[in-house]
């Protein structure tokens, strides 16, 4: 079965086409930069408009791409939660009037499951389930456990701030460029992880939750001194210096990761761990888990990095899923700004 | 929660200044502002102050006051820019830290809610402020230290001066 994913949830927009949830013939990001490169234009900053500017080049370089047509394609799968509702009601629309125009099923899609279903596309083999995974991006951390691919049970996110918008946010402060992980992780090069004692906060209770936000002052206090003023650290010079800073914060964040996952898969009993996510591209958290979980005795799941990042392969993949099952969505699909929220465990 | 003095030298209106000691004050003063909110069922908070200063952990508060069942799940809106939360009142939680300026506002569809449809709850107004209108409540919290923080608290316009005057009858 031949599905086209489309997603739109948040800055890109994407488009892709997988074969039976497992072998990817092409996925398409195009990012405003793409889009600027295209029209040599100044491009709108916000992504609804980019995106209706954006979705029938990528969906076309898809198809172009993978050397199939329309004809070709079984089903459509489209990201319909969690997101910025304007930005996914281009993509579902889109994915609307293809399934429309040429009568072919469409499924809606939990972004956040999709990040998981990328490791089935993962170059050691799809994940066994049960499995718990660790969905770690600029707008979400979150651990779930996995009975079987279409199950999510929520066991804990952040209370605060994701872990891509804590790396946003302090490569602010050290004056390093957006998006901050790729940044952080290039300025930690070198640099001593154990220069500023940071604190691996853990919120209370006995759930896994995490807390980014007291980080993010930590470094401010810890990098500039206790007599600094936040809104003069972009461009100051901090007492430490940035490549220790970068990769002190960058040892917290992983560290913190890496535990609460690792302690999630030994709380639930699996042997599996996934993970997925634009932090999922970093080196350190995907060394770090393939490493610690490895000598724990766990099977770590890792995708490419191009599918870690937002992307339609993996909507594709989990519209499969569902598509498969034979579920079918109408073309009422409506869109909703936070996930599909499972019962904590307990 | 202290008030340590009531300032009045603003032109505008009434303005009211506290000191927190952590986050777990911050999250009371956003407890306590859904409380003084009533018998309104909307208004625009708009709240300023640089990383870490707290703007979201007070958005918790106002969240968990406004009975907002999903009030856990009130995190930094920064990524997405916006996030609704259905209810009576709505709480419309907006981040223009990733905007660009004022039209994002009209492109985001929040022109309704900040006429009176929801309660909003801006961080970084600074960046949208052109789209902002006359009546609202400033909150600007800022560092003392690391845990501490100085928040100052004005009305802008009618509604939000009686707002602020619940707000301190409640303290």
Same mark, same amino acid.
């Given at each position: 079965?031949? =599905?086209?994913?489309?997603?739109?949830?948040?800055?890109?927009?994407?488009?892709?086409?997988?074969?039976?949830?497992?072998?990817?013939?092409?996925?398409?990001?195009?990012?405003?930069?793409?889009?600027?490169?295209?029209?040599?234009?100044?491009?709108?900053?916000?992504?609804?408009?980019?995106?209706?500017? !954006?979705?029938?080049?990528?969906?076309?370089?898809?198809?172009?791409?993978? &050397?199939?047509?329309?004809?070709? =394609?079984?089903? =459509?799968?489209?990201?319909?939660?969690?997101?910025?509702? !304007?930005?996914?009601?281009?993509?579902?629309?889109?994915?609307?009037?293809?399934?429309?125009?040429?009568?072919?099923?469409?499924?809606?899609?939990?972004?956040?499951?999709?990040?998981?279903?990328?490791?089935?596309?993962?170059?050691?083999?799809?994940?066994?389930?049960?499995?718990?995974?660790?969905?770690?991006? &600029? &707008?979400?951390?979150?651990?779930?456990?996995?009975?079987?691919?279409?199950?999510?049970?929520?066991? &804990?996110?952040?209370?605060?701030?994701?872990?891509?918008?804590?790396?946003?946010?302090?490569?602010?402060?050290?004056?390093?460029?957006?998006?901050?992980?790729?940044?952080?992780?290039?300025?930690?090069?070198?640099?001593?992880?154990?220069?500023?004692?940071?604190?691996?906060?853990?919120?209370?209770?006995?759930?896994?939750?995490?807390?980014?936000?007291?980080?993010?002052?930590?470094?401010?206090?810890?990098?500039?001194?206790?007599?600094?003023?936040?809104?003069?650290?972009?461009?100051?010079?901090?007492?430490?210096?940035?490549?220790?800073?970068?990769?002190?914060?960058?040892?917290?964040?992983?560290?913190?990761?890496?535990?609460?996952?690792?302690?999630?898969?030994?709380?639930?009993?699996?042997?599996?761990?996934?993970?997925?996510?634009?932090?999922?591209?970093?080196?350190?958290?995907?060394?770090?888990?393939?490493?610690?979980?490895?000598?724990?005795?766990?099977?770590? =799941?890792?995708?490419?990095?191009?599918?870690?990042?937002? !992307?339609?392969?993996?909507?594709?993949?989990?519209?499969?899923?569902?598509?498969?099952?034979?579920?079918?969505?109408?073309?009422?699909?409506?869109?909703?700004?936070?996930?599909?929220?499972?019962?904590?465990?307990? | 929660?202290?008030?340590?003095? @009531?300032?009045?030298?603003?032109?505008?209106?009434?303005?009211?200044?506290?000191?927190?000691?952590?986050?777990?004050?911050?999250?009371?003063?956003?407890?306590?502002?859904?409380?003084?909110?009533?018998?309104?069922?909307?208004?625009?908070?708009? /709240?300023?102050?640089?990383?870490?200063?707290?703007?979201?952990?007070?958005?918790?508060?106002?969240?968990?006051?406004?009975?907002?069942?999903?009030?856990?799940?009130?995190?930094?809106?920064?990524?997405?820019?916006?996030?609704?939360?259905?209810?009576?009142?709505? /709480?419309?939680?907006?981040?223009?830290?990733?905007?660009?300026?004022?039209?994002?506002?009209?492109?985001?569809?929040?022109?309704?809610?900040?006429?009176?449809?929801?309660?909003?709850?801006?961080?970084?107004?600074?960046?949208?402020?052109?789209?902002?209108?006359?009546?609202?409540?400033?909150?600007?919290?800022?560092?003392?230290?690391?845990?501490?923080? @100085?928040?100052?608290?004005?009305?802008?316009?009618?509604?939000?001066?009686?707002?602020?005057?619940?707000?301190?009858?409640?303290?």
């Amino acid at each position: 079965m031949l =599905v086209l994913g489309i997603d739109s949830s948040c800055d890109e927009t994407t488009a892709a086409l997988v074969r039976d949830g497992t072998e990817c013939l092409s996925s398409v990001v195009a990012t405003q930069t793409e889009l600027h490169r295209r029209f040599g234009g100044v491009v709108p900053e916000i992504a609804c408009r980019a995106h209706v500017e !954006n979705y029938p080049w990528a969906i076309a370089e898809a198809l172009s791409r993978a &050397g199939v047509t329309l004809d070709d =394609v079984d089903g =459509v799968a489209v990201t319909n939660r969690p997101g910025l509702v !304007n930005a996914l009601l281009v993509g579902v629309a889109a994915a609307k009037a293809i399934a429309f125009a040429r009568d072919l099923p469409l499924v809606g899609v939990d972004h956040i499951a999709a990040h998981i279903h990328a490791s089935f596309l993962a170059p050691g083999g799809a994940p066994a389930f049960p499995c718990v995974a660790l969905v770690v991006s &600029g &707008g979400h951390t979150s651990l779930y456990h996995l009975p079987s691919p279409t199950e999510q049970r929520l066991l &804990g996110a952040t209370l605060d701030d994701a872990a891509g918008e804590a790396f946003d946010k302090v490569a602010r402060l050290l004056g390093l460029p957006y998006p901050g992980g790729p940044s952080i992780e290039s300025a930690a090069r070198g640099g001593d992880p154990t220069a500023l004692n940071l604190p691996r906060s853990r919120p209370k209770g006995d759930g896994f939750d995490f807390s980014f936000s007291g980080l993010k002052t930590a470094v401010l206090y810890r990098a500039f001194g206790q007599d600094m003023k936040p809104g003069d650290a972009p461009g100051r010079t901090p007492v430490v210096p940035v490549a220790d800073v970068a990769a002190s914060f960058q040892k917290a964040v992983v560290d913190v990761l890496v535990k609460r996952t690792l302690q999630a898969a030994k709380h639930t009993g699996v042997r599996e761990v996934v993970i997925g996510g634009g932090v999922a591209a970093n080196t350190q958290l995907r060394e770090r888990l393939a490493t610690k979980g490895a000598a724990a005795g766990y099977r770590v =799941v890792i995708p490419p990095r191009e599918l870690c990042t937002d !992307n339609a392969a993996m909507v594709a993949v989990s519209g499969w899923f569902r598509l498969a099952a034979g579920e079918r969505d109408g073309l009422d699909l409506d869109c909703h700004p936070r996930p599909i929220r499972a019962t904590p465990h307990g | 929660m202290r008030a340590r003095s @009531n300032g009045g030298a603003m032109s505008t209106s009434a303005a009211r200044e506290l000191t927190l000691a952590g986050p777990g004050a911050t999250v009371v003063l956003g407890r306590e502002l859904a409380a003084a909110l009533a018998p309104a069922t909307a208004g625009v908070l708009c /709240l300023s102050g640089h990383l870490g200063a707290g703007k979201t952990t007070l958005v918790k508060g106002l969240a968990e006051g406004l009975g907002v069942a999903e009030a856990r799940e009130v995190t930094s809106p920064t990524f997405l820019r916006v996030v609704r939360f259905e209810g009576s009142p709505s /709480l419309v939680h907006v981040d223009a830290y990733r905007m660009s300026g004022p039209d994002d506002v009209v492109e985001l569809g929040l022109d309704e809610d900040l006429a009176g449809g929801a309660v909003v709850a801006l961080e970084w107004p600074e960046i949208v402020a052109a789209a902002l209108p006359a009546d609202r409540l400033e909150v600007a919290l800022a560092h003392v230290d690391e845990s501490a923080r @100085n928040v100052r608290i004005s009305a802008h316009g009618a509604a939000s001066s009686a707002w602020l005057d619940r707000l301190g009858e409640l303290a």
